[in-house]
């Protein structure tokens, strides 16, 4: 056999059955708490999940599991039919198969323990991308000056008493990752429950955090449980807290303080016993200045706050070149292309660190995501770096329809595949992963047009968005 142990985790017992079939010991467990504590005593090769269990669970499962240095590749497998839009392909599992259709895979990954050391090489690579298990956690990727002080002042402020807690940093900087790295320390067998102050209107925004009874306004036709109720003991995550309208921060201050707080049309106090963390993009002493922020809460926030430097920074640039690779190896705009593309070229990543970066790593990676949707080789090259200047935006604002879109990023990814094979669609639409009849149907949608040849002196036809190179 080419296993000595496995652990199965399941709630019926066939994929016991097949574990018992390739390791010579199986361990069983009802639930991935079980199945931790048996790990932390015994030695096991491979860890089974069957899908019943949701993604989730088995990625707090992986995610404990490092955290603690148990390096155990997963496994998951279905008993039934294979979910079509696999919802497991985040967790960190090494492959998810389906018992009934995928036997023939299942055996031959089973009986071949190099998948375990591939799966340590992986391990290896992830910890380049963090500065430890925390930041791995939360997928905090960065490893520069500017993200370890960071980091300290996440771990010191997680491990007081500190609530509320303030996260600042400009939009993209990763500012709710911060906040779950918090509670990942404090609290992660907690709930963490998250709200864009921005998004909602005063009244629906007060509903939402303090939860209201049934008859307290017009369409209350029950009772709502608001997100401070909801949190418990764990964490309430108040993004861009500075868009939240006057009268709310006057009745938030009132919870930080007295920490309880009545839903609306209720008439008795409940006790607030998470973490609130709240967040800003905005200068909140600006904002103080402008009346649209009240200063005894913004001293009530910030006691030690937690600052998340933008990727243009002098520090923080250091991480440029290692977000674009994390991001390349994890962009799940199109899993099944992406992972045949292997790096990135040398100029395109010079480009990448030269680049200002106004919309910081959120920027970085749509940049990235678009490349892998317009490359046609195994790796990402300058052409395939598009990024929009700041001219560009303007004139976007004048006329939308020359904007950037998915349907844009389409339309050059086709004409690039039927430009690189001379316009034979067969190989084309090969290329590009699609039937011949679906590049047909492409190609009189979008008005895609032959190239002229050097002999044809008929002005070349472009029906493709104007894109700026970096």
């Known amino acids: 056999m080419a296993l000595q ?44 999940f069957e899908d019943t269990f949701t993604a989730a669970d088995i990625e707090h499962f992986i995610k404990t599991t490092d955290k603690h240095s148990i390096n155990i590749p997963v496994l998951i497998i279905s008993n039934g039919k294979k979910r079509s839009d696999n919802p497991f392909r985040n967790t960190g599992a090494i492959a998810y198969l ?61 491990k007081s008493n500190c609530n509320p807690i303030l996260v600042i940093g400009q939009t993209g900087t990763g500012k709710e990752l911060a906040a779950k790295a918090v509670h990942y320390i404090r609290c992660h067998d907690k709930s963490f429950v998250a709200v864009n102050c921005a998004a909602l209107t005063a009244n629906l925004l007060e509903s939402e955090l303090f939860g209201h009874v049934k008859g307290s306004f017009t369409g209350a036709d029950k009772d709502k449980v608001g997100l401070f109720e909801l949190a418990g003991e764990g964490t309430v995550f108040l993004d ?55 200063q005894d809460l913004y001293y009530r926030l910030n006691v030690c706050p937690i600052k998340l430097y933008p990727l243009n920074s002098p520090n923080r640039r250091e991480d440029i070149r290692l977000l674009a690779e994390y991001f390349l190896r994890h962009s799940n705009v199109w899993p099944d292309k992406s992972s045949n593309i292997k790096s990135i070229t040398p100029l395109a990543l010079e480009t990448l660190e030269k680049h200002d970066w106004q919309g910081n790593v959120r920027e970085l990676k749509n940049v990235i995501d678009r490349a892998i949707l317009l490359e046609t080789t195994d ?35 086709i004409a690039r595949a039927l430009k690189e094979t001379g316009w034979q669609k067969t190989k084309a639409a090969a290329l590009l992963g699609i039937t011949r009849a679906t590049l047909y149907a492409k190609v009189k949608q979008y008005n895609i047009k032959d190239y002229p040849t050097e002999t044809n002196n008929a002005k070349k036809p472009v029906s493709l968005p104007e894109l700026v190179p970096a």
């Open 98 to 158: 389906c018992a009934e259709n995928e036997k023939d895979k299942i055996e031959q990954l089973l009986k071949d323990k190099n998948f375990i050391i591939e799966h340590e090489k992986a391990a290896d690579l992830r910890q380049d991308y963090f500065l430890d298990d925390v930041a791995a956690a939360v997928s905090l990727a960065g490893t520069s000056s500017s993200m370890q002080k960071t980091l300290q002042m996440i771990k010191l402020v997680s």
């Open 379 to 413: 790796k990402i090259g300058l052409s395939s770096i598009i990024i929009e200047k700041e001219d560009d935006l303007e004139q976007n604002e004048t006329n939308p329809t020359d904007s950037f879109s998915l349907e844009a990023a389409e339309r050059e990814l």
């Open 5 to 48: 142990s496995i652990i199965a985790v399941s709630r019926g017992g066939q994929l016991q059955q097949i574990a018992s079939r390739f390791a010579q010991k199986v361990l069983v467990a009802d639930e991935p708490k079980e199945a931790f504590d048996l790990l932390r005593t015994s030695d096991c090769e491979l860890a089974l």
């Open 240 to 294: 861009e807290i500075s868009e939240m309208p006057l009268g709310l921060q006057a009745k938030l201050l009132r919870v930080l303080q007295e920490k309880t707080f009545m839903p609306v049309g209720g008439t008795k106090l409940l006790t607030c016993k998470g973490t609130i963390i709240a967040s800003s993009n905005r200068n909140l002493l600006e904002a103080i200045g402008k009346k649209r922020f009240r």
